[in-house]
């Protein structure tokens, strides 16, 4: 009962997240669908998402709902999430049964309640989760030829879990003193090999332009802090709930090392620890992207272990009846908690950032055709919703931009590119967007509506060049701004 209104009040939630990046998948699906190809801008072939097969399934489930991509995809993605999530959480108490023995009534409720979640609402980040838990349950019951099926469709759904299918590699051979039969092996490879040798001939490239943009990112610190700051960053509710959050977990970890080291033992538990050790110090130390919040939600599992261990502790302690007692009140006490950011999600309704990118969108669209360029550097909800080409100040779609982000020479994206509508957000501006007082672009661009929101809002240039309607609508009797 208690699950089934955390899944319902969840689907409620979670359609009403609408994450930027979500929206680079969503634009990569609708062209799917309308037999455009795996392309964001049209007839570019880049390769912009982290997740092929993500992309995949949102453009399959959506071929039925072609007539409204607006409503259709963010719902599919949402439900992709939930549906993950869901089943999740129940692979982790098929795995961990017998060492959560009371508490797998517990972890499902834990998992579904993390505030994490709304920070990956429509990313493949769930689908990776899910998968994650099938490879393990499936090696688990030694099912070898399906984890290795598995394990190809994971990679191909994120590349880094990697991390994962070689660490449960190498446990199986220190276990049981001998490699993964070949045919095991080779069935993973070939359907690897040949997505990989598919995005290089569709592509011109194996790896995701994503990888190399957050790459310069990080050395050019285009954006403020490192992956190992985002765990405090990025948690829900701010710094101080992160603090008292991450004191708990490291409190539980103790206790487990004091009175249950034995699950340190445990094959399964191993794989999954590693992974996250590996996992963080690949990201922290090699790779230091950004901190993006979805990076954070993979931690979920170890979260939702860790904490279900540790109350499975306490309720050893107690007798029949005190211990039910205590479990119950465990549940509600926990499903409460997770009640009250899914409440306030559906309360605020749809992010001001949704709204307001969206409305440049569909208001520039009023004045432009499908040959139009617009430049800006948040690329998913605009792209998705302009009727023209995104050019990314940040370069994920657009490689010439390259260049001129590592000479942080911002103003040559626009004077390479020459796109005929130029957004920027405030009151905050990106030290990158400072090229707007430049001589050169005063003198080419003329700033010509602005969108204002209670909190932000943003600026719509327009190259003085570029002749369309728009001049004849922004007369006198029309606002330079809308509220």
Known sequence: MIISIQVFVLLCSSYFIRLDDAYIFYKYAKNLVEWNGYVFNLNEKINATTSFSYTILLALFCFPFQSNFEIALPLIGSIISVVSLIYTAFLLTKIFSEELKEARFIL???????PLIKNAIGMETFLKIFSMMIFLYLYQKEKFILMSLVGAFLFITRPDTIILILITSISYFLKRKKLFDIKIISIFIIIVLTYLFASYFYFGRVIPSSLGVKIIQRDLKLINGNF???????????????????????????????????IF?????????????AFTLIYGLILNPPPYPWY????????????????????????????????????????????????????????????????????????????????????????????????????????????????????????????????????????????????????????????????????????????????????????????
């Open 108 to 114: 499902p409720v834990i998992l579904l309640s993390m």
């Open 228 to 262: 190992f700051d985002g765990f405090v960053k990025t948690f829900p509710g701010g710094e101080n709930v992160a603090i008292i959050f991450f004191t708990f977990f490291l409190f539980a970890i103790l206790i487990l090392c004091l009175k249950n080291k034995a």
């Open 265 to 277: 033992k445990n094959e399964l538990f191993q794989i999954i620890l590693i992974y996250f050790i």
């Open 296 to 483: 954070y939600t993979d931690y979920i599992v170890l979260y939702s272990l860790i904490i279900s261990f540790f109350l499975k502790i306490f309720i050893q302690k107690f007798k029949d009846g005190a211990r039910k007692i205590f479990l119950l009140s465990a549940i509600i006490i926990i499903f409460i908690s997770g009640l009250l950011v899914t409440f306030k999600t559906i309360k605020t309704g749809y992010n001001e950032k949704f709204i307001l990118y969206k409305n440049t969108a569909k208001f520039i669209n009023s004045f432009s055709g499908e040959n139009s360029k617009l430049a800006t550097d948040e690329i998913g909800i605009l792209g998705f919703y302009f009727k023209g080409k995104i050019i990314d100040e940040l370069g994920l779609i657009t490689p010439e931009a390259i260049d001129g982000i590592k000479q942080k020479n911002f103003l040559k994206i626009i004077e390479t590119t020459k796109p005929d509508f130029v957004v920027v957000d405030f009151p905050e501006i990106p030290f990158y967007k400072s090229y707007i007082n430049n001589l050169w672009f005063k003198n080419n661009y003329a700033q010509v509506y602005t969108l204002k929101l209670p909190l932000s809002g943003v600026r719509i240039f327009k190259r003085k060049s570029f002749d369309y309607k728009i001049n004849s609508f922004l007369s006198s009797e029309h606002p330079t701004s809308h509220n």
